[in-house]
């Protein structure tokens, strides 16, 4: 597709209708896209089935743009851009439901408790399905983990030191033993308080467990190790949006595979897989141009031809016809790499691309009468 029809499809590619849209405005800040990304999260929910384990968390997508719900989180990579809150299966890291962050509503009063309702509204499509949620800090809550719980689901996550449900025994103090443990039982929900150094305490809620067993292998307490084990599902699926960006990187992909062919042994022994089949799609989608380049090398430095020559798809070089004395003398053209303010005309041809050079830009081989036999 050229450059003018894509903006042109660009420029005329509409999501809503444009007709009621401030009308929509004064009661969703996202309705322009709110029609497409119903569909989106409904694709997403139908496609795959979650495992037993699912995270929720906060994404950043960096954006610079104009936007009322823009966001600045100086701790993020991108720092300013579109909040996006993620329910993630833990095992495959598939996004399975998402929405933005788009603060509050022109029409609605002033928030609370908006980390629980952000976690019930990801959660809907599992309600009685028994699986577990991780969570951290920000969305942790007494009466979240109950809510969770009557709704046939269970919860594991952080508590932040100033809730007003953890008992002073429970908080950090410079007296409890570096790697000991306090577990406190109410109903379907345990209290932990892990000491991992001195002076510092980490608080977990949890539905899932109600004892306070510990691994046999590493001697650490059951409940932290699923913690550890689930709590990174969005944060692995932020860096494979930073690793693998859709954003363009290179001016012109087909000469990035063309120079990497130099090399064909990069990949030997590795284990990333997923990057080897995107470096394999990619040398699957410009073949066709490949095979073109090669039937067409004019002007082809001799790089991009040995590259194309490692990958299988040798330099058609077309042989220029032995000069004849009866042949009348071959038009005078301007020089290919001088500058075209000089205006240097030449009737010398390069023997491999017929490209017309002027002598201080081509290379002449004297041969004695013996050797040019």
Same mark, same amino acid.
């Given at each position: 597709?050229?450059?003018?029809?894509?903006?042109?499809?660009?420029?005329?590619?509409?999501?809503? #209708?444009?007709?009621? /849209?401030?009308?929509? !405005?004064?009661?969703?800040?996202?309705?322009?896209?709110?029609?497409?990304?119903?569909?989106?999260?409904?694709?997403?929910?139908?496609?795959?089935?979650?495992?037993?384990?699912?995270?929720?968390?906060?994404? +950043?997508?960096?954006?610079?743009?104009?936007?009322?719900?823009?966001?600045?989180?100086?701790?993020?990579?991108?720092? $300013?851009?579109?909040?996006?809150? +993620?329910?993630?299966?833990?095992?495959?890291?598939?996004?399975?439901?998402?929405?933005?962050?788009?603060?509050?509503?022109?029409?609605?009063? /002033?928030?609370?408790?908006?980390?629980? !309702?952000? =976690?019930?509204?990801?959660?809907?499509?599992?309600? &009685?399905?028994?699986?577990?949620?991780?969570? #951290?800090?920000?969305?942790?809550? =007494?009466?979240?983990?109950?809510?969770?719980?009557?709704?046939?689901?269970?919860?594991? &996550?952080?508590?932040?030191?100033?809730?007003?449900?953890?008992?002073?025994?429970?908080?950090?103090?410079?007296?409890?033993?570096?790697?000991?443990?306090?577990?406190?039982?109410?109903? #379907?929900?345990?209290?932990?308080?892990?000491?991992?150094?001195?002076?510092?305490?980490? @608080?977990?809620?949890?539905?899932?467990?109600?004892?306070?067993?510990?691994?046999?292998?590493?001697?650490?307490?059951? =409940?932290?190790? #699923?913690?550890?084990?689930?709590?990174?599902?969005?944060?692995?699926?932020?860096?494979? $949006?930073?690793?693998?960006? +859709?954003?363009?990187?290179?001016?012109?992909?087909?000469?990035?595979?063309?120079?990497?062919?130099?090399?064909?042994?990069?990949?030997?022994?590795?284990?990333?897989?997923?990057?080897?089949? @995107?470096?394999? @799609?990619?040398?699957?989608?410009?073949?066709? +141009?490949?095979?073109?380049?090669?039937?067409?090398?004019?002007?082809?430095?001799?790089?991009?031809?040995?590259?194309?020559?490692?990958? &299988?798809?040798?330099?058609?070089?077309?042989?220029?016809?032995?000069?004849?004395?009866?042949?009348?003398?071959?038009?005078?053209?301007?020089?290919?790499?001088?500058?075209?303010?000089?205006? !240097?005309?030449?009737?010398?041809?390069?023997?491999?691309?017929?490209?017309?050079?002027?002598?201080?830009?081509?290379? !002449?081989?004297?041969?004695?009468?013996?050797?040019?036999?």
């Amino acid at each position: 597709m050229s450059r003018s029809r894509f903006q042109n499809i660009i420029s005329r590619l509409r999501f809503n #209708d444009k007709i009621t /849209r401030e009308e929509r !405005k004064r009661t969703d800040k996202f309705t322009a896209i709110r029609e497409i990304w119903s569909y989106f999260q409904d694709n997403l929910q139908i496609c795959y089935t979650p495992g037993s384990n699912v995270t929720i968390d906060e994404q +950043l997508l960096g954006f610079r743009g104009k936007c009322p719900f823009r966001q600045f989180m100086p701790k993020k990579p991108d720092k $300013y851009g579109l909040k996006f809150l +993620l329910c993630v299966d833990a095992d495959s890291r598939y996004v399975f439901n998402a929405f933005p962050y788009i603060g509050r509503q022109p029409t609605e009063q /002033r928030q609370t408790q908006i980390g629980a !309702k952000v =976690v019930l509204e990801l959660l809907k499509p599992l309600y &009685g399905s028994s699986r577990n949620v991780t969570i #951290d800090n920000f969305f942790t809550s =007494v009466p979240l983990a109950k809510e969770l719980r009557s709704k046939n689901l269970t919860l594991i &996550g952080t508590l932040r030191k100033n809730k007003l449900e953890i008992p002073i025994e429970f908080q950090s103090n410079k007296n409890r033993e570096v790697g000991s443990s306090l577990f406190g039982f109410q109903d #379907d929900l345990t209290l932990v308080s892990f000491v991992p150094k001195q002076n510092k305490a980490v @608080l977990l809620l949890t539905s899932k467990h109600h004892d306070s067993q510990v691994d046999n292998k590493t001697g650490k307490l059951i =409940v932290i190790l #699923d913690y550890n084990k689930t709590k990174g599902a969005v944060d692995t699926v932020d860096h494979m $949006y930073h690793t693998y960006p +859709l954003k363009r990187n290179f001016l012109n992909i087909s000469t990035f595979y063309f120079l990497q062919a130099k090399n064909p042994q990069w990949n030997q022994n590795k284990k990333y897989q997923r990057r080897l089949f @995107l470096e394999e @799609l990619g040398l699957v989608l410009v073949s066709h +141009l490949l095979d073109f380049r090669s039937k067409n090398s004019k002007f082809l430095n001799t790089d991009i031809q040995n590259a194309l020559a490692i990958v &299988g798809y040798p330099v058609t070089k077309k042989n220029r016809p032995e000069p004849n004395e009866n042949s009348t003398q071959p038009k005078r053209k301007q020089c290919s790499i001088c500058e075209r303010s000089m205006d !240097k005309k030449t009737s010398i041809q390069c023997f491999n691309c017929s490209a017309f050079v002027c002598n201080e830009h081509c290379v !002449k081989r004297i041969f004695c009468i013996t050797c040019s036999k």
